[in-house]
């Protein structure tokens, strides 16, 4: 598949190493990095971002930089200035966002890793919609430096490949304090599950299956965060200047979103905090006795085009945007086909600090779902 709307720049000369997409809300010295934007069309970092100098000194190479969602704010990767990333699965379906030219580049073959940024959903959704595998680090685990922000005490970076293993791999390369371990059999994992009755019913069945390859599982009713107001206000501060400035040239969906998220108050920002350190304690509390939950990544397939991030937003991050805002490693990886043929995904999810738990029962679950 040709590499239009996935890459926005790549280097003169190829290197030698493991090919690497990288997606272009990261800096790379002397290549081009747009972070999604018009404003940054033109932009030359003079530095790289923490994440991709560990990459490449690690054995990898960067191949390209990967179109996103403007400024990563959106999960569809439909772009107003450089075009919609393709599917590489299904012509017409988004590749999910933002990461979605990160995960369209290995589900095209074009890259054998890439790295991706997720503070809502962004390396899980589009790895879901693509039939990829991504893992949303523990917060903080992965640095950020060099990495535009969107929501700070959301944003992670992160690994995708298509395998669990090679996403392992990637996070022992850019995570300095990872370390992988293996378990022995599922068997040893503990898991509760949920979120299945709000999910299509193909995608439903095919991680209930994947459940089952869990001998000690139980059924959880896992709440939802009410966080919005802290993620839009950390959004708005991000953007509050350069928005002011240049506002002309953000795209239309995103010029929406940024206008509420400078109307949020201050009054609602605080009633989030309390939220979030309540659900925090909360969601402690149910996974007692457990090892790891286990969620689809997403509801559904992925969707048409054309329907827009603001119609899909809220539904495509159900249940990924918990997890950024616990702060908890989460994986996506693929669960076999559902509606229309479509990849479904299953989402592992562990305590802080769980990654290498999360990516040794992920491989021991890839091998079984095979």
Known sequence: MAADGIFLATPPEAGDGIRLAVKDLLDTAGLTT???????????????????????????????????????????SENAHY?????????????GGSSGGSA????????????????????????????????????????TAGCFPLAPSFDHVGPMARTVTEC?????????E???????????????????EDADPLVADRVAA???????????????????ALFMREVADVHRELYAEQAELYGEE????????????????????????EYSDRCLELLEGLDLLLTPTLACVAPPTGIGD????????????????????????PAGPAEDGLPSSVQLVGRRGADALVLAAGTRLADALA
């Open 34 to 76: 747009t972070y999604g934007s018009a404003i940054f069309a033109e932009h030359v970092p003079a530095t790289t971002a923490e994440s991709v100098r560990l990459a490449e000194a690690g054995g990898y190479s960067n191949v390209g930089k990967t179109n996103l969602h403007e400024f990563a704010y959106g999960v569809t």
């Open 83 to 95: 075009g919609t990333v393709p599917n590489p699965l299904a012509r017409g379906r988004i590749a």
């Open 104 to 143: 369209a580049a290995l589900a095209a073959g074009l890259a054998d890793a890439a790295l991706g940024t997720d503070s809502g959903g962004s390396i899980r959704i589009p790895a879901a919609c693509c039939g990829v595998v991504g893992l949303k680090p523990t917060f903080d685990l992965v640095s």
């Open 168 to 176: 392992a791999a990637l996070l022992e390369a850019i995570a300095t």
């Open 178 to 196: 990872f370390k992988a371990e293996e378990v022995g059999s599922l068997e040893e994992v503990a898991v509760g599950v949920a979120w299945l």
């Open 210 to 228: 994947a459940a089952a390859r869990f001998p000690r599982c139980r059924v959880l009713e896992w709440p939802q965060p009410e966080i919005g």
């Open 254 to 277: 995103i010029a929406v979103k940024i206008e509420r998220c400078l109307a949020v108050s201050d009054a609602e920002v605080a009633r989030a905090e309390r939220a979030r350190a």
């Open 310 to 333: 603001l119609a899909l937003r809220e539904r495509l991050i159900a249940n990924t945007l918990p997890f950024n805002t616990l702060g908890w490693p989460a994986l996506a990886l």
